[in-house]
């Protein structure tokens, strides 16, 4: 099972949420977290570099919901760590 932690600015963009957006951010991560131990992410949640960021990536949950990650050191042997580093709609791609 991967590990994982949230940055402040993700604790404050997922205040920010609506509730249904936030289950819709919970269901997407469930599908990532299975992903993560197959070693494949799946088309729909749409994982890609984020350009111009070096070692961030970012997660689909919505058409309009983006969260973006980067991978720390595991704490695990083994499993990922993933480090949450903002979510919400497309703005926060100005400081990812």
Do not use: C, N
């Amino acid at each position: 099972m991967p590990t994982y932690e949230w940055l402040p600015r993700f604790s404050q963009d997922l205040e920010k949420l609506d509730p249904d957006q936030r289950a819709a951010f919970q269901a997407s991560v469930r599908q990532f977290v299975e992903d993560l131990e197959v070693g494949k992410f799946r088309k729909g949640l749409r994982v890609k570099r984020v350009y111009g960021a070096r070692g961030v990536f970012e997660l689909t949950w919505a058409d309009d919901g983006r969260a973006t990650f980067h991978y720390g050191e595991p704490r695990v042997a083994g499993q990922a760590h993933v480090v949450w580093r903002r979510i919400g709609k497309h703005d926060i791609f100005g400081k990812p």
